[in-house]
């Protein structure tokens, strides 16, 4: 699977609140825990999207806050 692919699950897996999902691709991927996802890291759209199991996740994974 492409990055772009396992970026946009990702999104998606976020958006939904799939905190399970969340956490295997970026444990799979950990460099995918601070790429950025339409000008923003995982952990500000979990933030904007008000995820805080999800921002727990990522922080816990290195997540930083990172807008472009």
Known sequence: MSDVAI???LLESI???NVKKV???VSIRRGIVNSMLYGKS???WAKELEKDEIVKCLTEKGGE???V
């Open 65 to 67: 806050e990172i807008i």
């Open 42 to 44: 995982p952990l500000v």
């Open 23 to 25: 956490n295997y691709i």
């Open 7 to 9: 970026r946009k699950q």
């Open 15 to 17: 958006k939904k609140g």
